[in-house]
């Protein structure tokens, strides 16, 4: 009788290094925050009234491109919809000539039929 292969164990699993290093970075990401935070104090920001100035334009510069930004993207959101309202408006009307052109063609294809026999059977008659 054969034997059976088994596969060899390695002993113990490996561990992932990412697992290994994420409390370390965890730990490291903490510590640069907490000291960035104690160098930055919000009452040197604006020491002179010119800086205060500044900031005070460019905040409300970037404040209207955004809201300029929003109303834009609004407006567009509104004319793409009215554009797919109107398509589709378009495309009913396309599609009832369609069927109304089949119709034509179907009832002129009974009367062609319906003359031709007409005229067989007065060419019979006659």
Do not use: C, W
Request: charged share 35%.
């Amino acid at each position: 009788m054969k034997e059976i292969k088994t596969k060899p164990t390695s002993g113990k699993p490996k561990v992932l290094d990412m697992a290994l290093k994420l409390p370390r970075n965890t730990k490291n990401a903490l510590l640069n925050m907490r000291d960035k935070a104690k160098e930055i104090d919000t009452r040197d920001l604006h020491k002179t009234p010119e800086n205060y100035a500044a900031d005070k334009v460019t905040g409300g510069i970037s404040t209207t491109a955004k809201k300029g930004a929003g109303q834009t993207r609004k407006r567009a959101g509104q004319f793409i919809q009215k554009g797919r309202q109107r398509t589709k408006g378009t495309i009913k009307t396309v599609d009832k000539s369609i069927k109304t052109a089949r119709s034509t063609v179907k009832a002129t294809k009974r009367t062609i039929k319906t003359s031709e026999k007409a005229a067989k059977a007065a060419a019979k008659t006659a």
